[in-house]
């Protein structure tokens, strides 16, 4: 084999083993998450009874209650906020949502030391190596070891999560609206795919008190969100409630509904897909601020929607 050839299947080989190892991520957190289901129980069951006083409400009521949460919440869509004016400022070069960490991107959230502290609580990536006595275990968090360590010579970008929000309220403008108005609407075939989190994990995970057991102590998973209702804010699990008595009504603009409840910019269930987001398989619709097409960049990112739209079949709304 030519030494090129040599050289382009090791990266090929990488790059699959890196994938897997993000796959293997999300598989080991959802072990950790099922061992105190029953403890996550309880602790949302005690919130939702606070929440609705002076009512006065059983085990039984408060658990038919949590049900319809749970619901709402694996109902909703996943949306990637932006601005569009910023975001198709440039013709999409590639056929995916990329993470920072792959295509090294300075808008929006912090880049870098601090982007991978706050991962490495989350989902432990360094500290996984040889730390479970089964082979296929030991084997996996190997992997997340190898390509996850952002300072190693293997790294992959591709292992670290592409963040959405979880826009339980329905609202128009999608829950991470701060990012931006416009947003991509995902396929729900992703959901099952991410983790998530009751806050933004920055605010969450870089808390000078943070540590990885404490960070993942919170972290969720699709088949179990017992734990974002066990630690959302108050204002969160109000708005939560309101949405499915339908006393918050959908469709509602980000900036009124943040008004109404007075909560912060970073108020939002947080979500991290660990897969790749390809644009023609995974965009169920694009969503466009007008307001974006009127500012700098506007008229040409409006000619690189409508390209984008129709290369990728996606609907524009």
């Given at each position: 084999?030519?030494?090129?050839?040599?050289?382009?299947?090791?990266?090929?080989?990488?790059?699959?083993?890196?994938?897997?190892?993000?796959?293997?991520?999300?598989?080991?957190?959802?072990?950790?998450?099922?061992?105190?289901?029953?403890?996550?129980?309880?602790?949302?069951?005690?919130?939702?009874?606070?929440?609705?006083?002076?009512?006065?409400?059983?085990?039984?009521?408060?658990?038919?209650v949590l049900d319809m949460l749970l619901r709402q919440l694996r109902d909703a869509p996943l949306n990637i906020n932006f601005r569009a004016n910023e975001f198709f400022a440039e013709k999409p070069k590639i056929d995916r949502y990329q993470s920072k960490f792959e295509k090294m991107r300075t808008a929006g959230a912090p880049m870098g030391?601090?982007?991978?502290?706050?991962?490495?609580?989350?989902?432990?990536?360094?500290?996984?190596?040889?730390?479970?006595?089964?082979?296929?275990?030991?084997?996996?968090?190997?992997?997340?070891?190898?390509?996850?360590?952002?300072?190693?010579?293997?790294?992959?970008?591709?292992?670290?999560?592409?963040?959405?929000?979880?826009?339980?309220?329905?609202?128009?403008?999608?829950?991470?609206?701060?990012?931006?108005?416009?947003?991509?609407?995902?396929?729900?075939?992703?959901?099952?795919?991410?983790?998530?989190?009751?806050?933004?994990?920055?605010?969450?995970?870089?808390?000078?008190?943070?540590?990885?057991?404490?960070?993942?102590?919170?972290?969720?998973?699709?088949?179990?969100?017992?734990?974002?209702?066990?630690?959302?804010?108050?204002?969160?699990?109000?708005?939560?409630?309101?949405?499915?008595?339908?006393?918050?009504?959908?469709?509602?603009?980000?900036?009124?509904?943040?008004?109404?409840?007075?909560?912060?910019?970073?108020?939002?269930?947080?979500?991290?897909?660990?897969?790749?987001?390809?644009?023609?398989?995974?965009?169920?619709?694009?969503?466009?601020?007008?307001?974006?097409?009127?500012?700098?960049?506007?008229?040409?990112?409006?000619?690189?929607?409508?390209?984008?739209?129709?290369?990728?079949?996606?609907?524009?709304?």
């Amino acid at each position: 084999m030519a030494p090129n050839s040599k050289k382009r299947h090791k990266v090929e080989r990488d790059m699959i083993l890196a994938r897997l190892a993000g796959v293997e991520t999300l598989g080991l957190l959802g072990q950790k998450v099922e061992q105190t289901s029953a403890a996550d129980r309880t602790r949302a069951l005690t919130r939702i009874k606070t929440a609705m006083l002076p009512a006065v409400i059983d085990d039984s009521v408060a658990g038919q209650v949590l049900d319809m949460l749970l619901r709402q919440l694996r109902d909703a869509p996943l949306n990637i906020n932006f601005r569009a004016n910023e975001f198709f400022a440039e013709k999409p070069k590639i056929d995916r949502y990329q993470s920072k960490f792959e295509k090294m991107r300075t808008a929006g959230a912090p880049m870098g030391k601090s982007r991978d502290e706050a991962e490495q609580k989350m989902f432990g990536y360094t500290s996984a190596k040889g730390a479970n006595p089964t082979a296929g275990e030991s084997a996996a968090k190997d992997r997340m070891a190898q390509y996850g360590d952002w300072t190693g010579p293997e790294f992959q970008g591709i292992i670290r999560p592409r963040y959405c929000s979880l826009n339980f309220a329905h609202l128009r403008d999608g829950f991470g609206a701060q990012w931006g108005r416009s947003h991509f609407v995902l396929r729900d075939h992703l959901k099952p795919n991410a983790s998530y989190l009751h806050t933004d994990s920055f605010d969450e995970a870089l808390d000078r008190k943070a540590t990885e057991a404490s960070v993942q102590a919170k972290m969720a998973t699709f088949h179990n969100m017992t734990r974002l209702v066990a630690n959302m804010p108050d204002v969160m699990l109000e708005m939560l409630i309101d949405s499915v008595s339908t006393k918050l009504q959908r469709d509602q603009a980000w900036d009124a509904v943040k008004k109404k409840y007075n909560f912060g910019s970073t108020l939002y269930v947080e979500a991290q897909v660990h897969a790749e987001i390809i644009f023609g398989r995974d965009l169920a619709e694009l969503r466009i601020c007008r307001e974006d097409l009127t500012k700098p960049n506007g008229d040409t990112a409006k000619k690189h929607i409508e390209k984008f739209a129709s290369k990728h079949k996606v609907t524009i709304t």
